[in-house]
């Protein structure tokens, strides 16, 4: 019988996520902007209209306006997670509604999985730079 080795835990996870106070819908330990992460201006105008259906059909006061709205905006949440995992690839996962999504393939937009590990890379100098150490990583916040 053979065994297959375990799966790499992923480089990094980006957070998607509906929210009234954030810009862009991506985190990763803190606030991303738009263009931190290269992904296709496809996916990206996708998900800002996802967002703009969450401000619409949902009230930081009322709540979603029925529960309809609220499974088709998760719904559509699945799938942009699931496309922004193909296009950072097998070494970064992304998490929605407590679920890890990760691609079994190489990025399908290699310059977006280069921009995170830039923005990985990024972050690390800093630490250095604030303790000496290369601990536990600390985002930046904007």
Known sequence: MTRSSPRPLPKAVLFLDGNFGAEWALS???????????LSSDLEEA???WEEKF??????????KSEQ???TF???GRTL????ASEIGHQFAVSFEDE???????????LAAQSIENLLA????????????????HWRFN
């Open 28 to 38: 990763m330990d803190g606030v991303l902007e738009q263009s931190d992460v290269a």
């Open 47 to 49: 998900i800002l209209e």
């Open 55 to 64: 401000r619409l059909d949902n009230s930081p006061t009322l709540g979603w």
């Open 69 to 71: 709205a609220k499974h």
């Open 74 to 76: 998760s719904a559509s």
């Open 81 to 84: 997670a699931d496309r922004i």
């Open 100 to 110: 890890i999504i990760r691609s079994e393939e190489e990025a399908a937009v290699p």
């Open 122 to 137: 990024e972050q690390l100098e800093v630490n250095r730079s604030m303790n000496g150490k290369t601990g536990s990583l």
